[in-house]
């Protein structure tokens, strides 16, 4: 039953890698390139830098760093110095990188859209298991910030990280977060 299943969502991710592919393509780059780019999008703000970035992919730092520069060269990225660490630099989508992320995301057929009704990516189940795979192989958890246990909901409405003490945005709390643990 259970490897029915992963077989299925297999599939269905090697389906959305061949659109991706197909749209990264259009712009002179690979797959892996056009992951970054999804993952800035997705990243909050304690977790937009390499570090983080190749924690996620699970590839190595010589390759992120490769990605990294040619995503520069076509002016898909920028780089920020880090005020928290100003040894360490921010990445941001540029306007051609946000256009060229669109450009994929609409390649990819609005079929897959249905997968959220089956999967909801806020489903506390699906949180948990991820969480759980990710621990098993030592993995960081990568979890949206709604569901941390460092979230924090203020009288008033505000939010606040309890890691860090800083004020959080509900933009933020929407973000994936490589400082995340899991509020189970
Ligand atoms: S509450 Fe958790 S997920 Fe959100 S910013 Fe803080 S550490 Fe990250």
């Known amino acids: 039953m259970t490897l029915a299943i992963i077989a299925k969502l297999e599939r269905v991710l090697a389906l959305k890698n061949y659109f991706v592919r197909q749209g990264a393509s259009e712009f002179g780059l690979q797959q892996n390139h056009a992951e970054i780019l999804i993952y800035l999008s997705q990243a909050n703000k304690y977790s937009d830098n390499a570090r983080a970035l190749t924690k ?31 040894r360490s630099s921010k990445l941001k989508l540029t306007l051609s990188g946000r256009a060229a992320l669109k450009h994929i995301e609409n390649i990819i057929p609005e079929t897959f859209e249905k997968l959220e009704a089956v ?31 460092f979230h924090t909901l203020l009288k008033g409405g505000n939010l606040r990280c309890g890691l860090t003490e800083e004020v959080l945005s509900q933009n933020d709390a929407q973000k994936i977060c490589a400082e995340y643990e899991a509020a189970v």
């Open 119 to 149: 999967i909801p990516t806020s489903d506390p189940m699906l949180e948990t298991i991820l969480h759980e795979l990710q621990i098993e192989q030592g993995l960081k958890s990568f979890g949206i910030c709604s569901g941390c246990k």
């Open 56 to 86: 996620y992919l699970g590839i190595t730092k010589g390759s992120v760093s490769q990605s990294l520069a040619l995503l520069e060269k076509k002016t898909m990225i920028e780089r920020t110095i880090n005020p928290r660490d100003k």
